[in-house]
């Protein structure tokens, strides 16, 4: 009987890996590190052997897993194609299918987005539980998504869906965006994206705020702290940030209209504050929503990643 799962989260610098109970208890989690030379031929082989050499600490055999669910730092195609991951050297990939083999052949994996996956563990075990209908947006060095329909990933057809991150939200825009475009939301929403506008604000202002202590060392989360200090300088860049987000995900529910965003990401720290002043924003932006989407915080931090795969290869049990 297969009374167990395995959630793979794929990052730059290591692999996290999980072992799951069907039911969505973490058996055991550890990390492998991420070997990049050679194009990342290495990482699924030691992958592999690492969840081996763990299943025979925890006796299990190989009938006692279900499945290997493996999130990927790259867009996933529905056929599990990833023709590319920056970040790990890879270019022309079958994660599942190389999983699948290296395991010995007989065992269900599946791939997806490393954004996309994180929101399925939200909405499994996370923030989003008891939701199926949601987007989860990821805040940290850039702006991720993951958009979950009817318990679904909707990756799209080329795997670049819910990437609303480089959704153009600002005209004008003199820098350029690392997806090559100008006046993206991850421009101004992301941790970078945030400090960036806090140092144009000042730039722009002569009045005294307590954000100008920190000089060129000014981080996101100075920002945020300052802002729920009520200094009005943070308070003006970060709303704008915040106003941004609010309009992307407002044109998100005039489309899908899900149920609940979840918030996740290194900025999310800045808690219940980010979420007042983005459902401010956005149940402006909404009025024609008699019935709006909730707005909440993530609550598996790193673990995301681990627990999404898992859910992911138990497909809709």
Known sequence: MNQYVVGVDVGGTTVKCGIFAINGV???NWE???RKEEEGKYILPDVADSIKAHMAEKKLELDDIEGIGIGVPGPVQPDGYVHVCVNLGWHGH???KEMRELMGGNIRCAAG???NVAALGEMWQGGGKGH???LMVTLGTGVGGGLIIDGHIIPGVHGAGAEIGHIHVRDGEPEQCNCGGHGCLEQVASATG???EAKRTLAASEEPSSMRDFGDGLTAKDVCDCAK???PLAVKSLGTSLKYL??????VSMITDPELFVIGGGVSKAGQYLVDVTRKYYEELTPLLNKKADITLATLGNDAGIYGSARLVLGNE
Not at 246 to 251: D, E, I, R, T
């Open 26 to 28: 973490l058996i055991d």
């Open 32 to 34: 492998v590190p991420t």
């Open 94 to 96: 079958y994660p599942a």
């Open 113 to 115: 987005n490393d954004a």
């Open 132 to 134: 199926s209908n949601l």
């Open 194 to 196: 945030i400090v960036r």
């Open 229 to 231: 200090a009520g200094d």
């Open 246 to 251: 609010a309009l992307v995900m407002a044109q």
